[in-house]
């Protein structure tokens, strides 16, 4: 291998670590803090929806769905994947 080739070699590496340490790693942790957050919700939790809607967590169907209260007396049922953030979490009852 001639000098030219090793240097191409050793600068695609140095890319490939620069991209994994600034895109590929933060995404991850990310993405493994939002499973985290969306399996723990409870009932009475305050969330906001990717589209921005405001609701109390009223029943948790499954794995998949919960039941949400977006106004007195209206229930809607969501996709736990849609859930962007929790704004305000209930204390977990003592066991």
Do not use: W
Not at 11 to 30: N, V, W
Not at 54 to 67: L, R, S
Request: hydrophobic share 50%; glycine share 4%; net charge positive.
């Amino acid at each position: 291998m001639d000098q030219n080739a090793l240097s191409s070699f050793v600068m695609m590496g140095l890319i490939f670590a620069i991209m994994y340490f600034l895109l590929i790693r933060p995404q991850q942790k990310k993405v493994k803090e939002h499973k985290a957050m969306i399996e723990a919700i409870r009932r009475n939790d305050i969330i906001v929806t990717q589209c921005g809607i405001i609701a109390k967590v009223v029943k948790v169907k499954d794995d998949a769905e919960v039941e949400v209260e977006i106004a007195e007396g209206v229930k809607v049922r969501i996709m736990r994947s849609t859930i962007a953030a929790v704004k305000s979490k209930t204390e977990p009852a003592e066991a």
